[in-house]
């Protein structure tokens, strides 16, 4: 079995997408007032209107039952988490070595937490 896509709900679908294809830098395969796609190498990811409110921010350090946290890779977390910053995207952990990658958290417009990495070549995982 292979992942194909993955699905975020959004409240606002003009602010997510402006948000993941100008912030993250994911290109737009294409945008409706439904759903829209992003053209990421592998999985699918999707943005879907949501009907509801959206949920309070996960705490940070919390894992809540329910949620999804989708996980990204960079060539240069460093750079990646420089941009965030820079855009005064909420960090949720700092770029830090993990699992054998380097591994940085963030939280959407909506407050869906994602993680970002960058792999370490040649180095054991902990």
């Known amino acids: 079995m292979r992942v194909q896509y993955s699905m975020i709900f959004v409240s606002d679908m003009s602010r997510s997408v402006a948000f993941y294809r100008d ?13 829209s796609e992003f053209a990421s190498e592998g999985a699918t990811i999707a943005l879907h209107k949501s ?11 919390v894992e809540t039952a329910g949620r999804s946290r989708p996980g ?7 750079a990646f988490h420089t941009r965030m910053v820079e855009h005064g995207v909420p960090c949720a952990q700092e770029p830090t070595p993990l699992f054998g990658a380097k591994i940085a958290q963030y939280w959407d417009p909506d407050g869906l937490i994602f993680a970002v990495g960058q792999a370490r070549g040649g180095e054991p995982p902990r």
């Open 72 to 78: 990204f890779e960079v060539e240069d977390l460093d």
């Open 23 to 35: 912030v993250l830098g994911i290109p737009l395969k294409f945008e409706s007032p439904g759903w």
């Open 51 to 61: 009907d509801g409110p959206a949920l309070e921010p996960e705490p940070k350090g």
